[in-house]
């Protein structure tokens, strides 16, 4: 069965400093990716996806994200956190097949310090 | 462009009480459509997907239930809310190879 595991359920960060968020997947075939942040009573918002192609993914408000399959890891970076990116960020893997089905990890959110 | 609703946006219950919620989708056709829950300190369980009208797929048992009346008209509903119902339910349609999300509702159930 496939799964997710995001290391760390809280991050904390100064302002201006680097994020790093962690997340490993466990998946039979090759995989599609996706990193979604979600700000308080909001919805989930799509940041970056892996699909097929380039490995280093760049998404929405300056993330990214690299597609390691040795690793079996899809780590999501930013080079200089802003108050605004504080929220809780899930990483999820889609199983193959057309119903799309997403397993999500148990999110991890980030504070950011000033 | 597309857009997905969903309402009401906040929902106090009484236990025992019945539930209905509604997601609706705009600007696509036959979409795949889902419902999550996001109880409190934990992360998002796919409750029911749904590929086409009237087919539905329910991923954990429990007593809500799913309707999918029209192509882009997705329902929860329960006949009898339990305390344990409480949480932030998520609709999302896919398109592509992604899934959107909507907006939410906040369940509370007293």
């Known amino acids: 069965a496939q799964s997710v595991t995001q290391l760390g359920s809280h991050v904390s960060v100064s302002e201006g400093a680097l994020v790093l968020l962690r997340c490993n997947y466990s998946s039979s075939v090759p995989p599609y990716l996706f990193w979604y942040v979600q700000y308080p009573n909001q919805g989930l918002q799509l940041l970056l996806k892996y699909t097929t192609g380039a490995t280093l993914v760049k998404g929405i408000n300056g993330f990214e994200a690299e597609f390691k399959k040795s690793e079996t890891s899809f780590h999501l970076t930013k080079p200089s956190a802003h108050m605004s990116d504080a929220a809780e960020y899930f990483c999820?893997?889609?199983?193959?097949?057309?119903?799309?089905?997403?397993?999500f990890g148990q999110g991890t959110t980030l504070q950011v310090k000033p | 462009s597309q857009t997905i609703h969903q309402w009401p946006a906040t929902l106090v219950q009484p236990v025992g009480s019945p539930l209905s919620l509604e997601c609706t989708v705009e600007g696509t056709s036959n979409p795949n459509l889902y419902w999550y829950r996001q109880a409190a300190g934990r992360g998002l369980q796919l409750l029911f997907y749904s590929v086409g009208i009237g087919q539905i797929s329910s991923e954990v048992p429990q007593n809500l239930s799913a309707s999918r009346p029209q192509d882009r008209q997705f329902i929860l509903s329960s006949k009898k809310l339990l305390l344990s119902d409480s949480g932030f339910y998520l609709c999302a349609w896919k398109g592509g190879n992604t899934q959107y999300f909507g907006p939410g509702t906040r369940l509370t159930v007293l």
């Open positions: 999820a893997v889609s199983p193959s097949g057309n119903t799309g089905k997403l397993i």
